[in-house]
């Protein structure tokens, strides 16, 4: 080998071991902060992610580190700031499979966070995207938990059900739905028999009240009017019967929207608990 060749061949070398130094910290500072999240210290590798960020001139590591920062601040519970980050990650992305990714966690996070309207549209945009058709089914999962979310349980079912795999959650859904109670049902069968919304929930005891109240004074202002006694069948009317007569439509419309949340909060404490598949 001549020594132009060997100068070279030492140049190449040094030229890959400086790089190799300069990347080994960062590496180092990586695997640290990934240790810390692991073990659920996830303030503590927020910290350490940002230093790697600080750091890392390059860039390498901006779309992981972005990620896991999203990662940690959603498992604190700190979900505006998760979807931040969440954000930072897809603008870092290189790649299909690393925009689609921080695409789902920025769902799962507003999911959590009730802000299931911008959770669907980001669905939708993904589902309409020919570049994910090959991720159908997972777009289809978080839909339906959106739709969970958003206490629209038919069509959370609607969703499970695309996929053969989530049959089990769409039963549930299904369940659910025809558990709660008719809010349109419980109104207006109790414009036609007062107390009727009430009776429909279960609530007797305040059924009997309304429909009692709504009788006596209905009797009262017909009776007035009948002996054209004008002035108190107005007063009857206007100040005891419509006042008990509005009074038991808002009953019906408080008890059956109570009752409802009832069971929608129940069918989340058992998903929280009981379902071991993945939960935003």
Do not use: H
Not at 227 to 241: C, K, M, Q
């Amino acid at each position: 080998m001549s020594i132009v060749n060997k100068i070279l061949l030492t140049l190449m070398l040094l030229c890959g071991n400086l790089n190799l130094f300069a990347q080994t910290p960062l590496q180092a500072q990586y695997d640290f902060a990934m240790q810390l999240f692991t073990e659920s210290k996830y303030f503590d590798s927020i910290t350490e992610f940002k230093r790697l960020s600080f750091f890392d001139n390059k860039k390498i590591y901006n779309y992981m580190a972005n990620l896991q920062i999203g990662r940690a601040y959603k498992e604190g519970g700190k979900f505006d700031e998760a979807v931040k980050y969440f954000t930072l990650a897809e603008m870092n992305s290189s790649n299909k499979q690393e925009y689609f990714e921080s695409k789902i966690w920025a769902i799962r996070a507003n999911i959590l966070r009730r802000s299931t309207d911008l959770a669907l549209k980001i669905l939708d945009q993904l589902e309409s995207n020919s570049k994910f058709d090959s991720s159908k089914e997972e777009i289809n999962y978080w839909e339906g938990w959106a739709y969970i979310f958003a206490d629209k349980w038919d069509l959370a079912a609607e969703s499970f059900s695309k996929n053969p795999a989530d049959s089990s959650l769409a039963k549930f859904c299904n369940d659910v739905d025809d558990e709660k109670f008719s809010e349109s049902f419980a109104k207006y069968s109790s414009y036609l028999i007062p107390g009727l919304g009430q009776f429909y929930t279960g609530e007797y005891i305040s059924g009997v009240l309304s429909l009692g109240w709504n009788v006596l004074f209905g009797y009262l202002t017909i009776n007035s009017f009948a002996e054209e006694r004008v002035f108190d069948g107005i007063v009857t009317a206007n100040f005891l019967w419509l006042r008990f007569y509005s009074g038991n439509l808002q009953n019906a419309e408080k008890f059956v929207k109570q009752k409802n949340l009832t069971i929608s909060n129940e069918a989340l404490k058992y998903l929280q608990s009981e379902y071991q598949g993945k939960k935003p």
